[in-house]
Nanobody, 122 residues
Framework: LHLVQSGGGLVQPGGSLKLSCAASGLSLDTYAIGWFRQAPGKEREGVSCISSDGSADYVDSVKGRFTISRDNAKNSVILQMNSLKPEDTAVYYC?????????????????WGQGTQVTVSS
């Protein structure tokens, strides 16, 4: 499975960004997908994940602000990020594993996207 990320960039506090994680060759709808982020000097942490049937989970710090969803027509998973804060600044990674379960741990995933920078700053 080859995951390709798009989106990200620089946004002011309170703004929004959309990240996309797309795959080619295989259908993502049978894969659990997770979004992780890593800030400088910190460990990679889970942000959100979605199972193949659409069940979703979020880390407490992003609940109510971030939404994960599937776009099966585009064979992709979207992370919509609203009300962004400076502490959301990090490199964001999507990850995938062939599974029907919701997977929350970094070590649960086999395949990783290339990472994309999100910077929230005025």
């Amino acid at each position: 499975l080859h995951l390709v990320q798009s989106g990200g960039g620089l946004v002011q506090p309170g703004g929004s960004l959309k990240l996309s994680c797309a795959a080619s060759g295989l259908s993502l709808d049978t894969y659990a997908i997770g979004w992780f982020r890593q800030a400088p000097g910190k460990e990679r942490e889970g942000v959100s994940c979605i199972s193949s049937d659409g069940s979703a989970d979020y880390v407490d710090s992003v609940k109510g602000r971030f939404t994960i969803s599937r776009d099966n027509a585009k064979n992709s998973v979207i992370l919509q990020m609203n009300s962004l804060k400076p502490e959301d600044t990090a490199v964001y990674y999507c990850a995938g594993r062939f599974s029907s379960r919701i997977l929350t741990g970094r070590n649960d995933y086999q395949y990783w996207g290339q990472g994309t920078q999100v910077t929230v700053s005025s």
